[in-house]
């Protein structure tokens, strides 16, 4: 969602830097989704601010219309419209009524009709429909009465409530940036003579390697050489420093056309990645990050899977496996649903949280609970110093590298192999498994990147046939046991970036009612099982006869050499997944064909698949 840039240089030397370094950060930013963009910029002259309805294109062309004055200190964002329609009025930064203060913000002010009306009684009218343009009035009150930013940001950090990454400008200090953060993600970039604010560290990451995480409730005042952090009573507060392993052609296309592409293709990295590092010289599991006691893991009698979307595809598919290595039940719970129905959760139940961004707030709000129950939560996060990788008991990262592209992908593998992993280390650990056995799993895990590699290859008969289908309005997916997962994220890709209505349903449950929905050339993709698990593999193929029968188009991803989906599929309509790869290790190739359809039907259409509709890369309200 909304995406914060801030830069402070020296206040002596205005340039245009602190411009462009902002301009180049909201432009690393667009992934996360927005509708307008805005900058504020300050230094020897009074504040000045331009911002615009739509893509940063259009910002950066106001500015050439209409150039900025050098400037020492910059904020600018890309807003993904809450409180009030996207337009350039209620773009950010928001300016106060003096025009001294300009602010930037992630997240919802929930009270902020009751703090309008308290505006309102001093004679201060909102410009704007948002929430956030009541903080610039508020902090412009404080400054006022003779507070510094940083005192003014603390006292109306009080009054708000909500969640909240704010940064503000006081044009009469250009010498510093003040930011407040409770639920929404900041972090601060370490420069040399310059340091820089981001709502995550793609903001800055062509500038700096060197980050600070801010816990909780804090705030943080930056100049171009310090940065103090307090809580908002304002004792002074720790913030741990880590250091990028992003780097900027990371966070490019790499020749690719668009980024879904560049990530589509990076899975084999993505797996290779998780996994290296994770096993020692003698082949033994090694998972340093697990901080929480072994004695705590060992005495688990659940484990709740909790995330959103394709995470939580990921942790249905991870269920299959630990429960079948480990003999432990395993819940996989959307985010959202948990916190509010009272869960069965205690020091018992190991809350494991999956999320790419690390930021999404349905899953951050699930682990809070889980941890006020006497849970440890384990998260599976791709995003380095994010806040679902700050507050839980440990963390296993999936070092993915930066997934631009809203759409996920190569986060869904790395997510599926690292919590593999976890289910591995369990297994070992509670002595569900031998060591020897566990080699053997995770040998066949090493052979994964291999096997993508093998489906990629098949890239461009996937995408003719995308290609032929563009016209599709509504399509259907099944599989049973891993691949019902894989059929639910394969429907959720298209729907995404198509916008095409998609349903995924578990092949078994077809007979109970979806079949109703077949009928002559409705697309129906069929995850098949190996041959080698006989009993699951008749069975789908008795639904492919079903379908077959009722007229529906059948596009089938089975394994290599399996004969019998041909005398139901053409073969020109047939993916194949490696011969030999174990059934719980599938879906790490099963997903491809799926995502490279979606991804193709929706250029077909002419839409963008890195920024799709509607959809912000991270979730960052509930
Ligand atoms: O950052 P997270 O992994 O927590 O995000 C969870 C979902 O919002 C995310 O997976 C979403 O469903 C993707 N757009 C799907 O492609």
Redesign the pocket.
Known sequence: MCGIVGYIGKPESPSDKARDVVLEGLARLEYRGYDSAGIAVAGSQPLAWLKREGRLDNLKAAIEAEPLPPASAAIGHTRWATHGAPSDTNSHPHISHDERVAVVHNGIIENHAALAAELAERGIERVSETDTEIAAHLLAIELEKGADLLDAMRTIAGKLEGSFALVALDSQHPERLVAARRNSPLVVGLGEGENYLGSDVAAFVGETKRALELGQDTIVEVTADSVNVIDFDGNPTQAKEFSVDWDLSAVAKGGYETFMDKEIHEQPMAVRETLRARTTEQGNLQLDELRIPESILRSIDKIIVV???????AGHVAKYAIEHWCRIPVEIEL?HEFRYRDPVVNEKTLVVA???????M??LMAIRHAREQGSKVLAI???QGST?ARESDAVLYTHAGP?I?????K??IS?IAAAYLLGLYLAELRGNKYVDEIAGYLDELGKMPGRIEQVLEQEEQIRELARSMADIDSVIFLGRHVGYPVAL?GA??LK??AYVHAEGFAAGELKHGPIALIEEDLPVFVIVPTPRRPLLHAKVISNLQEVRSRGAKLIVIAEEGDEDVLKYADPSQVFWAPRTTPTLMMPLVTVIPLQIFACEVAKAKGYDVDK?RN?????TVE
């Open positions: 995330a959103c979307g394709t995470a939580a595809y985010a999956i999320s790419q961004s690390g930021e999404t349905d899953t996060v791709n995003t679902i997934e592209a809203v759409a996920s992908t986060a869904f997510q994220e959720l890709k995404e970036l799709p959809l912000a890369k991270s979730v």
